[in-house]
T-cell receptor
């Protein structure tokens, strides 16, 4: 099993729709979890940290399920500017592991 | 402002040459990382360092070397043994809650 797995997509979604991604991780001792956004030919930028209690930032909601070892990201009322690759990131004791990313295309 | 500085941003290398990518941080972070990203692909871990004078191989360390003589600096050398070095290279460090990235270095073999 890969350390961090994501569906690569692409997800083609009409503007205004709600879209959800999941990510699974293999190391139950992982400590911190994040969603990063990466635009083409740029470095990743932090979208949000992920907590078991769930956290929301505007149109974005993230959730961690430790028992099932997965992380989710929900985007409501999607905008054209949400088009990007979304990276699931898991930090353990000694290293940070990235998922391969999920590509999202918001269609006008 | 604190952050990570990578240089150069664009680098062209002839086959058979070694090149060194610079990564400097003023965030006082102990842990630093180097990742490689190929077009349309995810980030793959090359090397990481948890503390000065110590570093570990990541998933794709062959053909690369690093040093960590100072806390602020974690240079990556792409050696001639790396058969396909053309890629986007990212340096990172982290605090408890956030991972910081440099802007990346584009290496092209000509």
């Amino acid at each position: 099993r890969k350390e961090v797995e994501q569906d690569p997509g692409p997800f083609n979604v009409p503007e205004g729709a709600t879209v959800a991604f999941n990510c699974t991780y293999s190391n139950s001792a992982s400590q911190s979890f994040f969603w990063y956004r990466q635009d083409c030919r740029k470095e990743p930028k932090l979208l949000m940290s992920v907590y078991s209690s769930g956290n929301e930032d505007g149109r974005f909601t993230a959730q961690l399920n430790r028992a099932s070892q997965y992380i989710s990201l929900l985007i409501r009322d999607s905008k054209l500017s949400d088009s990007a690759t979304y990276l699931c990131v898991v930090r353990g004791d000694d290293k940070i592991i990235f998922g391969k990313g999920t590509r999202l295309h918001i269609l006008p | 402002d604190g952050g990570i500085t990578q240089s150069p941003k664009y680098l062209f290398r002839k086959e058979g040459q070694n090149v060194t990518l610079s990564c400097e941080q003023n965030l006082n972070h102990d842990a630093m990382y180097w990742y490689r990203q190929d077009p349309g692909q995810g980030l793959r871990l090359i090397y990481y360092s948890q503390i000065v004078n110590d570093f570990q191989k990541g998933d794709i360390a062959e053909g690369y070397s690093v040093s960590r003589e100072k806390k602020e600096s974690f240079p990556l050398t792409v050696t001639s043994a790396q058969k396909n070095p053309t890629a986007f290279y990212l340096c990172a460090s982290h605090s408890v809650n956030t991972i910081y990235f440099g802007e990346g270095s584009w290496l092209t073999v000509v």
